[in-house]
């Protein structure tokens, strides 16, 4: 039996199949990889009111004054959440705290992750957080209720910034929504297992 020889249609189809599919495999990768990028995009450059991470303050305060107002939002958790006060006056480059309340108010163990953004949003690039609860879960016990900080300033380099000259408030906005990983109980012990059976 003698081979025939590829006709030309069967080859550029074979083409075709092969980077077809190549498209596909680099479509799936750009998926995966697309959120991960967002998220370096808008801490890089505080897009969409998100803010910048800090290890330490500002070397530098000058005289602009800002008033930081906090704002607490609680989505699909049995949680109460609020600001111990609701603004703070800062100099731009001072050094600011301010604590959040949370109180679990079911009668079971729940975990929740806090959003957060700024507004304005261009404002995000300059707001830097250097403590934040927003940064791990938090896990509440039944009824248990905790005083969490946030530590951040507003970079100096906010000054220089001709599109945000009129800005003399920022408001720093959190939403907790629930964590259901970190929620999990931990795995019964063999004693609980015997218990539960029973």
Known sequence: MRNEPESPSNSSNRRMATALAGIVVAMVALAYASVPLYDLF???TGYGGTTQRAETGSERVIDREVVILFDANVSGLPWSFRP???QLHLKVGELGQINYIAE?????????TAVFNVT???AGAYFNKIECFCFTSQILQAGERISMPVQFFVDPAMDEDK???AVRTITLSYTFLPDTEAGQPVAL???DETDKKL
């Not at 679990?104 to 929740?112: C, H, L, Q, T």
Request: charged residues 25%; contains cysteine; neutral net charge.
């Open 84 to 86: 111990e006060a609701t």
């Open 104 to 112: 679990n108010r079911s009668d079971a163990r729940s975990a929740g």
């Open 42 to 44: 808008c801490r890089v």
């Open 120 to 122: 304005p949003a261009a």
């Open 189 to 191: 012990s063999a004693q």
């Open 163 to 165: 599109d945000l000259n």
